[in-house]
């Protein structure tokens, strides 16, 4: 025992410059993976402190969590471009900054799965808000992007496809369909990047991460989804994608009866 | 002795540099071995929230694949279904036996509140979670599910997997009905699917649903009081101490993370005196408008004003300690903590309630374990269950005169219609500046609170 320690003491002054090497090698790789735990809580807390502002209508504070360039999409509302367009967004769809007394939009953050990438300057996040409000209950889904700039954190894409609507009377007896681009002020930038409905039917908003057991990517349809019927991928499904469609996706047309 | 002896004398012959690089490479060991634990936590979040993702759009095989081999999955009465297989095929009969959902069904498993603990080899883990189901099928039913996750996971060739899930139910109740006016044995039935699909092994547990009060075992012991392992100190070496000072802060905000769920778990079932131990000796505790109670001692019996210790028949006291934010000081010594605080309640007799709510929080590391020193919950709306919260507001209730508190309120607020806002702990994420002194929204009755 005695004798190995001295040998290996002996070998590493010999080798001092190697072993030297190494442990900076060592140490850089130590720093690559604290960063990224140290990213992915700073990314959940990105998107919960979003929650709390949503919660208490802090428009102000909320649309500076974004980058400039930010993409915002929530619901069937359409895209909003720019970290203006997302103030302009929540203040001008939901009131002036400051909660109104009697209301409650509780937007709470939940499930949250983070992840960077391996040259650490994009994260994602896949996780829930969990509405309670005066209206009722919603599920919104997020799938989120963020980014490192100057090694600050912040939201550069913010996108949420709705799961399920409905009033206090509960989702046996109701369910509020999807937003849609003109249903409230102010109209998108853009029209929305998918069109999909919600409970009762359901969508799946691919996933950012593959399994984490098997590694596998999630494949979304290559057709238009609005709603699944099947498993992704499936035979079932691919066929519903032609349920009223020509083979080349478009709709067919009645011709008018002629003499 | 000797071993001293000889490195000191290589040491003295050869040069410091010499010892100095292999005591970097043993530090280097250490900390890195503690990196792999905090990762492992980050892995065990992922695969449970990952199930709740799955099995919320109907991908049962996605779901089974998240298991080892020999896997299991318990929920309630149904009993222990083992391997991928039989996992799939169960998750598949026991939401109508297709692949997918089915039009009009709602299969929501929202996975809250971890409190994930790492064995001390790293290649295995624990976790206590809580389980909220927003069930049902369009014009047909719709159910609340409340129950308790206590899992185990296993690492793998370098790959977390899910070992045992258990979830302990501990009711399942139609919406309209609600949980308040459930009745003895209506809360957690076998489902068809088990009845249809045999599992491989009857149920590991006894249960004892809601309206009783269900305590499921906590693998983890009492992260104050309990025997935690004790990890050898280790004096980290100047290029090592600053990535361990990193290291120690993740580790900080994990275990703080972990106390305030177990509190929360503690607090739900009325096990007091577990609750109050999580408190530092000085530590304060402050509900709402009930008043500030100091000490340890103060604070156990303050708890029985929330019902007797364990309960009693037809009590619901959850209390939910979510959507965290963590900010630990540069010296690893105290730390701030918001919570989302959502409140389900009921009492014999009683209607239910939902309540929301904010928790601000203060902790200390005393001996090296982090305890509660100032537990802040500010409520911020109540309503009837039945009713909802365009038509109800329920207000926060006083000091007790039963057992006073020993100071006032440290805030005057009042509950929805009011718009209190508990001042942030934490700067903006991306600004940096306080949020501790944002402008309260103005209230018709006491005028703005600031």
Avoid: C
Wanted: avoid cysteine; proline fraction near 7%; aromatic fraction near 12%.
């Amino acid at each position: 025992m005695n004798r190995n320690i001295l040998w290996a003491t002996l070998l590493a002054v010999v080798a001092t410059p190697a072993i030297a090497q190494s442990v900076n090698e060592k140490l850089a790789a130590l720093d690559a993976r604290i960063t990224r735990l140290e990213d992915m809580n700073a990314i959940e807390r990105l998107q919960r402190a979003y929650g709390y502002f949503v919660d208490k209508s802090q428009w102000t504070q909320l649309s500076e969590l974004f980058t400039e360039d930010a993409t915002l999409e929530i619901g069937g509302k359409g895209l909003f471009l720019g970290k203006k367009r997302v103030l302009e967004y929540m203040q001008t769809a939901f009131g002036k900054d400051g909660a109104k007394e009697n209301s409650l939009a509780n937007h709470m953050q939940f499930q949250s799965i983070p992840d960077v990438s391996a040259d650490g300057k994009t994260g994602w996040i896949r996780s829930r808000a969990y509405v309670m409000s005066s209206g009722g209950w919603g599920l919104p889904l997020y799938e989120n992007e963020y980014r490192k700039e100057n090694g600050v954190w912040k939201e550069s894409r913010l996108t949420g496809p709705f799961t399920m609507y409905s009033s206090w009377d509960g989702w046996g007896k109701n369910a509020l369909n999807n937003t849609w681009p003109d249903k409230f002020e102010p109209a998108p930038d853009l029209p929305p990047s998918v069109i999909y409905l919600t409970y009762p039917a359901y969508y799946i908003i691919p996933f950012h991460y593959p399994n984490p057991v098997t590694g596998k990517a999630f494949t979304p349809d290559h057709d238009q989804v609005g709603a699944y019927a099947a498993p992704p991928g499936t035979k079932a499904q691919m066929e519903s994608l032609k349920v009223g469609r020509m083979a080349d996706g478009t709709q067919q047309i009645g011709e008018p009866p002629r003499k | 002795m000797k071993r001293l002896l000889i490195i000191g004398i290589a040491s003295a012959l050869l040069g410091i540099g010499a010892a100095h690089a292999q005591d970097v490479g043993g530090q280097l060991d250490v900390l890195t071995a503690r990196v792999e634990k905090l990762e492992g936590t980050r892995a065990v979040k992922k695969l449970q929230r990952a199930f709740g993702y799955y099995v919320d759009r109907g991908l049962w095989g996605d779901a089974a694949d998240l298991f080892s081999d020999s896997g299991t999955v318990e929920i309630g009465l149904d009993g222990v279904y083992i391997g991928k297989a039989r996992i799939r095929e169960y998750l598949k009969r026991l939401h109508g036996n297709q692949e997918g959902l089915i039009y009009g069904q709602l299969n929501e498993w929202i996975t809250l509140q971890p409190a994930v603990s790492i064995a001390a080899d790293g290649r295995s883990a624990t976790a206590r979670w809580r389980d909220q189901g927003m069930l049902g099928q369009y014009k047909k039913h719709a159910e609340w599910r409340d129950g308790i996750y206590e899992n185990a996971y296993v690492k793998e060739q370098g790959v977390w997997k899910i070992k045992t899930l258990h979830l302990y139910v501990n009711f399942v109740v139609p919406y309209e009905k609600g949980w308040a006016r459930l009745k003895p044995g209506e809360g957690l039935t076998q489902s068809q699917a088990s009845k249809d699909f045999a599992p491989d092994r009857a149920s590991s547990a006894t249960y004892a649903p809601f309206p009783d009060t269900q305590v499921p075992p906590f693998q983890a012991p009492n992260p104050v009081t309990g025997k935690l392992a004790r990890v050898a100190r280790t004096t980290f070496s100047a290029p090592l101490a600053p990535y361990q000072e990193r290291v120690a802060r993740l580790e900080d905000q994990d275990a703080v993370e972990n106390l305030q769920a177990m509190f929360g778990f503690y607090f739900d079932k009325g096990l007091w005196s577990e609750a109050a131990s999580l408190f530092a000796p000085k530590g304060v505790f402050e509900y709402g408008q009930s008043g500030v109670y100091v000490g340890q001692e103060r604070i156990r019996k303050a708890l029985l004003l929330f019902g007797p210790e364990g309960l009693s028949r037809g009590h619901l006291n959850n209390h939910m300690m979510l959507q965290a934010i963590i900010t630990v000081a540069a010296n690893g010594m105290t730390a701030k903590g918001r919570f989302q605080g959502p409140v389900q309640l009921a009492e014999l007799g009683q209607n239910g309630i939902w309540g929301v709510g904010i928790y601000e929080n203060e902790y200390v590391k005393e001996g090296g374990v982090w305890k509660l020193a100032n537990l802040h919950f500010y409520p911020t709306a109540f309503t009837d269950y039945d009713r909802g919260w365009a038509r109800s507001l329920l207000p926060m209730k006083g000091p007790s005169a039963v057992f006073p508190p020993d100071r006032p309120p440290t805030v005057v607020y009042r509950t929805l219609p009011g718009q209190y806002v508990p001042p942030f702990s934490y700067p903006h994420p991306v600004t940096g500046k306080p949020l501790d002194n944002l402008p309260q929204a103005a209230d018709s009755v006491t005028g703005a609170v600031r």
